[in-house]
């Protein structure tokens, strides 16, 4: 059994069972790197301050140096309660008894919080760089395609027409905002807690400021009870990964569906595809589908967290050890379908030809009647009434409104001109979306300029 940090009080032997059952060792070794930063931030402070020898701490540095570098080449004691007895005992059988005061002035409880604050501030940067290659990658095939229009749909009933780019900078748009999440919740991970110790703070002189400038932090935690207990930003974190997760769930249908031959908007490559067993002929989108299903994982990680911290009394409890599972599974599976979206993107091919038979459907440009007629002088509702009288007597018919004759027109309305059947296709029916933020080429054209620019900033 590997040397505890602890037990000096205790005269029995901890049980088998509850060595196993209480271990974090398998999961928080991912810590290891972060624990060996704060140990040599820690071991520098004391050595500073005098509470030990700076030959001490010169000592200590360079053993936790020696490990870190070596840190994903060794094999940590899976017997080691945690990450932090193990890189202990890995320090005192490579500099001896002085590894033993690496530990003054600090507790596990203040340990831990700093270790995976350093991890949160890590993945969220991880993540944003993620993101932002995905925005990129998106812009560039929203670039390519610029000219293609589709149907858009409300409730899966084809809608209006938009450009192919316009439905895609949605996207980029849904992703800023994830980005901006993960900022707001690293400036709130950013508050430095080692000194905290326990739960009660050190009458010890150390000096935090130190540290915290040391490990690249921006402030200090002010209360060292709220420092050890506190685990906000792990929550803040996961649900700005379930709301991510959401975002590319959504996007993932969309591809879905598109793939379909009942839509046939897009081929996906093979290399991202998958087939069956038993049907030769099928094309599988399974990479998009366990995207889509993501959201009930990540979702599933948040509410354990969630409902770990509910009721949970001040201050440190060993419910928290459980914190770091979930997190570190929704990062870390949010990461992978990230890098797999930006590649996939890469390996979309647009069937032209049957997006551009779809935009001939007249009843996509209902809504470009309307405003004809209310252009004409019509109240809305008047052009409303005229339009869908006209879709009842022609295309539920299976008669085009653009065969209707100018006498065939007037009868509906004494406004229409021969000049309405010019607004019956579907650029046409695009080019007048002009206000701001709509499906206007030139407005989309612009838009993709700016994200352009501001993501290669």
Not at 96 to 110: E, F, I, P, Q
Not at 172 to 187: C, I, P, Q
Not at 201 to 227: C, M, P, Q, W
């Amino acid at each position: 059994m590997a040397k505890k940090l602890w037990g000096g009080r205790f005269d029995k032997k901890t049980d088998p069972l509850v060595e196993e059952f209480t271990s974090s060792i398998s999961y928080d070794k991912k810590l290891a790197c972060f624990d060996i930063k704060g140990s040599i931030a820690h071991a520098k402070m004391l050595g500073k301050c005098k509470i030990i020898t700076k030959k001490e701490s010169a000592i200590l540095v360079k053993g936790l140096e020696s490990i870190g570098k070596k840190i994903g080449k060794v094999k940590l004691n899976s017997k080691a309660e945690d990450i932090h007895t193990a890189i202990a005992n890995l320090l005192r059988s490579k500099v001896g008894k002085v590894a033993d005061k690496l530990h003054t002035a600090r507790s596990r409880n203040d340990q831990v919080v700093l270790d995976v604050k350093m991890y949160t501030k890590d993945a969220i940067d991880n993540l944003i760089c993620l993101i932002t290659s995905l925005q990129k990658a998106i812009i560039k095939f929203a670039n390519k395609n610029s000219k293609i229009i589709i149907p858009a749909y409300t409730h899966l009933q084809v809608a209006q027409c938009v450009l192919l780019s316009h439905h895609l900078l949605a996207y980029v748009e849904m992703l800023a905002r994830d980005k901006e999440r993960l900022s707001d919740t690293k400036k709130r991970t950013d508050f430095m807690p080692l000194g905290s110790c326990a739960l009660s703070g050190t009458g010890l002189h150390i000096d935090r400021e130190y540290v915290k400038n040391n490990l690249g932090f921006s402030r200090l935690t002010e209360n060292s009870i709220d420092a050890v207990s506190d685990r906000d930003f792990i929550l803040e974190l996961l649900s700005n990964l379930v709301i991510i997760s959401i975002h590319l769930s959504r996007m993932a249908e969309d591809l879905i569906l598109w793939a379909t031959k009942e839509f046939n908007f897009i081929d996906i490559d093979f290399s991202f595809c998958t087939g069956s067993s038993i049907m030769p002929h099928k094309k599988n989108p399974d990479v998009l589908e366990l995207i889509r299903a993501s959201v009930g994982k990540v979702g599933g990680d948040f509410s354990s967290v969630l409902i770990l911290m509910k009721g949970l009394p001040l201050t440190y409890n060993r419910d928290l050890q459980l914190d770091k599972p979930p997190l570190f599974n929704s990062t870390e599976t949010i990461n992978n379908i990230l890098q797999v979206f930006t590649e996939l993107f890469k390996n979309i091919k647009i069937n032209k030809t049957v997006i551009a038979e779809k935009v001939r459907d007249e009843s996509l440009f209902s809504v470009d009647i309307v405003e004809y007629l209310i252009e004409k002088g019509s109240s809305y509702r008047q052009a409303h009434d005229i339009t869908g009288k006209m879709v009842k007597d022609t295309l539920d018919k299976g008669r085009k409104i653009s065969d209707l004759t100018l006498k065939e027109l007037k009868k509906y309305s004494g406004k229409f001109e021969k000049s309405v059947k010019s607004i019956l296709n579907a650029w046409a029916s695009v080019s007048r979306k002009t206000s701001s933020g709509g499906t206007g080429p030139r407005g989309v054209k612009r838009q993709i300029a700016k994200w352009s620019k501001r993501l290669n900033a």
